[in-house]
């Protein structure tokens, strides 16, 4: 009995050590803990500022375009991709633009026509403005808040 004893303590010994080996897998958080996020009014708008991590943005995939200016028929104008173009409820049109690195303003657009994947302004940012053209839908439930 002694024995067996003495072969079987060596493989329940790696056992335990296997299992301790997988379990837990917590690793302590020292700090604190950073929100992804920061919303602030913007004074004198019924618009808030969306201020982002570094990280943040990264997760979110967030890309821009500049403001252009296009003249069509004549006529000069501000011209943005359709994909930085958001909706409303109420049919109202915004872009966010992002008029400093990792801060995001939702700005009412005004939107002569579109010509392809491009929207033709009557009214928006200035040219030379960078917009959101991936991620605003998360920008705005960010700004909203909108969560998991």
Known sequence: M????????????????LLAACGGGQVPVTGE???????????????SRVILTEKAKQRLGIQTAQVTEEVMD?????????????????GETWAYTNPE????????ILIDHIDGDVALLAEGPE??????????SLLYGAEVGVSK
Not at 74 to 90: D, F, H, N, Q, R
Not at 101 to 108: E, F, G, K, M
């Open 127 to 136: 040219v030379g403005t960078p917009v959101v053209t991936t991620g605003a």
């Open 33 to 47: 803990k950073e929100a992804p996020s920061k919303v602030e009014p913007v004074e004198g708008s019924e618009y």
């Open 2 to 17: 002694k024995n067996v004893s003495h072969k079987i303590l060596p493989v329940i010994l790696f056992a335990m050590l």
């Open 74 to 90: 004549g006529s000069p104008y501000k011209t943005i991709p359709y994909a930085a173009v958001m909706y409303g409820l109420e």
């Open 101 to 108: 690195s990792l801060v995001y303003v939702r700005q009412a």
